[in-house]
């Protein structure tokens, strides 16, 4: 097998700019310059302080972040959309020229019989050259066996691929393997196809995310954790409703009133997807006042999808998570996860467009289960969680908890317990003062509730202006970290399942097309074979047509012949006297044709038996073309040969031929006749006939003339009447003979017989014709579809090195941009920068 993957091939994906801008990217993480082309908004965005001012180098610091956030979300959006082309492509590859094969590749268990498909078929990953991570990395996940026996859920623990995985398990199955085995291709196909569909959509939301310059932080948490508790600590203010009972029962959007012109106002929306903040008719604007009972009751009701609460966070931009002069921010306090299971749905449907998690759990209570389900799947997605450890001023041992929690984020987030410093805190929500009406910010200490300042409460205060610093650093400075590494992770992912996925499948077109290489050039040799075959049993059979006439021709025209000629010949009739004259000569005649007859149908049965021999001779030749047409040569020769209508007349008995042998039997005749010649001839006739009319006188002479006359005409019918049965024979044997010449019997009959014979034979012929033109013409057809399928499992290859290569290109952008050291360089940035 050919080297897949040559280097020569041109790399047309990702887009030329993102090499540019990658490498624009790297120059500018040791000097970070303002790329306004790129990033306008965010130029846009700042509102710095005053250079004097003590934050500004906060700031500054925050505006290189942004900077290169910017570079790195440009270079990740273009191989998001490079991405996006390839799943398009090969997407259309699946639909319309090659079903795709999932690479389901697992160890059999002993007593399963064999799968039907091909695709655990471990011969068909090639061994190219892994002189590449990515290849290698390809390499190494499709030749590593998996073994599924001992698991049900191989789907998701186990399958070859990550994020194109295909959902298989089936609720009553004992094996997830018979659910593979039960599919057909197109059916795998089909499901792959509804998995590029959702994969492109979800890469267009990556996109569309990392575009988007706000963060949107999802407040997540079981019920009466706290959620809404700390989202009005976050702000200082009592936006959200708190209630001991489970309170929030819709998402409530909190966002910083300059995203709403400066008005603070309640938006609840019906449809999130028609809502547009400059279009009223897509909300209805509620009052503050209103608020808690919209949230309380809406479960009930279920009017409203969503609330967008546009409020006004008087802090500085140095202090205020919402108001920070740099990134939009948009809080998200979700219903509590095990309220029940649409809102669960909703929340995990959510988690795509969310940029950063704050998950908020009750230290008296833990890791729910509901929690833990929910982090495990964030995590996923999410490389990096924010952990609120709240109500942690009702915990005695303190320490002990803390330890207990940290193992259980160790469990269900490894990354996030590494950097649990920053990422997971032990709070009191309830700690903070928060101002509890819109009024006014002057009265702000007459409102503040828990006002009782104790040495917890400072210990308090202290670990949530920790956890404050650290929320914002994480959704500020490192930016990069929440927004793009979910994009990254779950590219990451991808381009390696698109690497397998489509090396999988490069194997298999290959294998294909040796197969159909091979097939074709044998079928081309059957063809070429076929055709001569044809050629030279045509001109056989048309030889042997040709032959079997002549010899039946040549047989029936010498037995004719000679029937005619012997004629008569032996004669078989009894004569029965004169007075039976006439019945005699119609028999001889009648036995006379009797014999031309039994000639006859012996040159038939002659020609039948040739052409019966001819017609086996031609149906072997195509005895590899399976059955012949069956020729009945019952009915040859049924119809009677031309009528011979000959009739017996008075003259058949008389013969007037002298010089046949009917002179010899003049007998009487010439015996009178001679001796009066002779007597004649010796006296010299007429002195004789004078001398003895003299003697015995005129008159005597003439009395004896007529007895003399008499006598003679009595001698000639004697002999006659006594020959007759000789006469008749010849006479009618002469008139058959001479009738048949007349009527060109011979060649009549025998271009019948020939024709015959010639017409059955043509029959076999053309059905022989028919059948090598059957074989011929499907063969062609045979050859048509095999050419088809090399052709297509070619263009597969090619298709599939072709994505291959740009989705390794993508991968090596990917690795380029996002590799360890810089990530962890990128966070070791100090903020006072
Ligand atoms: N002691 C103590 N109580 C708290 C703390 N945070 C919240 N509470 C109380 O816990 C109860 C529930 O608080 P909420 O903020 O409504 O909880 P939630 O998670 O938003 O509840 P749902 O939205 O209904 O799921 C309220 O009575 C709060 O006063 C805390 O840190 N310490």
Redesign the pocket.
């Known amino acids: 097998m050919s080297s897949q993957f040559s280097k020569n091939q041109q790399k047309s994906l990702p887009s030329e700019n993102v090499l540019s801008n990658l490498q624009s990217f790297r120059d500018n993480n040791t000097h970070v310059k303002i790329d306004n082309s790129s990033a306008p908004s965010f130029s846009q965005k700042l509102s710095l302080p005053p250079a004097e001012d003590k934050n500004s180098n906060i700031h500054n610091g925050m505006l290189k972040y942004s900077q290169d956030y910017a570079q790195k979300s440009k270079i990740l959006t273009s191989l998001l959309n490079d991405t996006c082309s390839i799943l398009k492509q090969v997407r259309e590859t699946n639909k319309q020229r090659w079903d795709l094969h999932y690479p389901f590749v697992g160890i059999k268990r002993p007593q399963t019989p064999r799968l039907k498909s091909s695709y655990n078929d471990r011969n068909l990953i090639s061994n190219f050259e892994s002189n590449t991570p990515f290849k290698q990395k390809v390499h190494d996940r499709l030749h590593t066996p998996i073994d599924m026996s001992s698991s049900q859920e191989f789907n998701s623990k186990y399958s070859k691929l990550n994020v194109l995985k295909l959902d298989l398990k089936r609720g009553d199955t004992s094996s997830a393997e018979t659910v593979f085995e039960d599919l057909d291709k197109s059916a795998i196909a089909t499901l792959l196809d509804g998995r590029l569909g959702q994969t492109i959509k979800r890469c267009e939301s990556l996109h569309a995310r990392i575009s988007d310059t706000s963060s949107k932080v999802l407040v997540a948490?079981?019920?009466?954790?706290?959620?809404?508790?700390?989202?009005?600590a976050l702000l200082r203010r009592e936006v959200?409703?708190?209630?001991?009972?489970?309170?929030?029962t819709l998402f409530c959007e909190v966002l910083d009133v300059q995203e709403n012109d400066g008005i603070e106002e309640i938006h609840a929306i019906k449809d999130i997807i028609s809502y547009k903040r400059t279009d009223t008719s897509t909300y209805s604007v509620i009052e503050w006042k209103d608020l808690y009972d919209i949230i309380v009751n809406n479960e009930e009701s279920g009017e409203y999808a969503q609330l967008k609460i546009y409020t006004k966070d008087r802090r500085d931009a140095q202090e205020s998570l919402l108001h920070n002069g740099i990134v939009d921010i948009a809080l998200i306090?979700c219903?509590?996860l095990n309220?029940d299971t649409l809102k669960t749905t909703a929340l995990f449907a959510r988690q795509e467009e969310i940029d950063v998690i704050i998950f908020?759990v009750s230290a008296e209570n833990h890791f729910t289960l509901s929690a833990r389900e929910f982090l495990s799947n964030a995590s996923k997605e999410k490389a990096y969680l924010f952990i609120v450890v709240?109500?942690?001023?009702?915990i005695r041992h303190k320490e002990k908890c803390r330890r207990a929690i940290l193992e259980q984020i160790k469990e269900v987030s490894p990354r996030t317990h590494e950097h649990a410093k920053d990422l997971v805190h032990f709070?009191?929500?309830?700690?903070i003062k928060i101002e509890k009406d819109n009024d006014d910010v002057s009265n702000l200490s007459h409102h503040f509730n828990v006002a009782d300042q104790n040495a917890n409460d400072t210990k308090s205060i202290e670990d949530f202006s920790n956890l404050e610093e650290s929320l914002r650093t994480f959704v500020l400075k490192k930016r990069s970290k929440s927004k793009l590494a979910p994009a990254q992770h779950y590219l990451d992912n991808l381009v390696t399942d698109i690497g397998i996925l489509v090396e999988f499948n490069r194997s298999i077109a290959q294998r294909e097309n040796d197969k159909a290489n091979m097939e074709l050039r044998e079928a081309e040799r059957a063809y070429n074979k076929l055709v001569s075959d044809q050629k030279s049993a045509i001109a056989t059979a048309e030889k042997a047509e040709t032959r079997i006439c002549e010899e039946i021709q040549n047989f029936t025209r010498n037995s004719l012949e000679k029937a005619i000629e012997n004629v008569g010949k032996t004669v078989s009739c009894e004569f029965n006297g004169l007075l039976y004259i006439w019945g005699y000569a119609n028999d001889l005649r009648d036995s006379m044709l009797d014999d031309i007859q039994k000639e006859l149908v012996a040159s038939e049965e002659n020609a039948k038996k040739q052409t019966t021999q001819c017609i086996k001779l031609i149906q072997d030749l195509g005895k590899d073309l399976g059955e012949a047409r069956q020729i009945n040569l019952d009915k040859m020769y049924t119809k009677p040969g031309m009528s011979i209508s000959i009739n017996i007349e008075i003259s058949d008995f008389i013969e007037f031929d002298l010089n046949e042998k009917f002179s010899e039997g003049l007998g009487f005749v010439s015996l009178a006749g001679g001796a009066v010649v002779c007597a004649a001839t010796k006296l010299n006739a007429l002195s004789c006939l004078w001398k003895v009319s003299s003697f015995i006188g005129f008159n005597n002479m003439r009395k004896l003339a007529l007895p003399l006359v008499g006598l003679a005409g009595f001698g000639i019918v004697t002999y006659v009447l006594l020959d007759a049965k000789h006469v008749i024979s010849r006479k009618v044997a002469r008139k058959i003979r001479s009738h048949l010449k007349r009527s060109d019997y011979v060649n009549i009959e025998t271009n019948r017989i020939v024709r015959q014979g010639r017409k059955k034979i043509r029959m076999v012929s053309d059905n022989l014709r028919d059948r090598f033109r059957k074989a011929v013409e499907e063969e062609e057809t045979k050859q048509v579809a095999q050419r088809i399928s090399y052709k297509k499992s070619e263009e597969a290859v090619k298709f599939f090195e072709k994505i291959f290569n740009q989705t390794e290109h993508v991968a090596e952008c990917l690795e380029d941009l996002f590799d360890n050291n810089e990530w962890e360089n990128y966070e070791e940035i100090p903020a006072s920068n």
Do not use: E, L, Y
């Open positions: 948490g079981d019920v009466n954790a706290g959620k809404s508790t700390f989202v009005n959200m409703p708190v209630d001991q009972q489970p309170c929030t306090d219903p509590g309220r908020v709240n109500r942690f001023d009702n709070v009191t929500s309830t700690s």
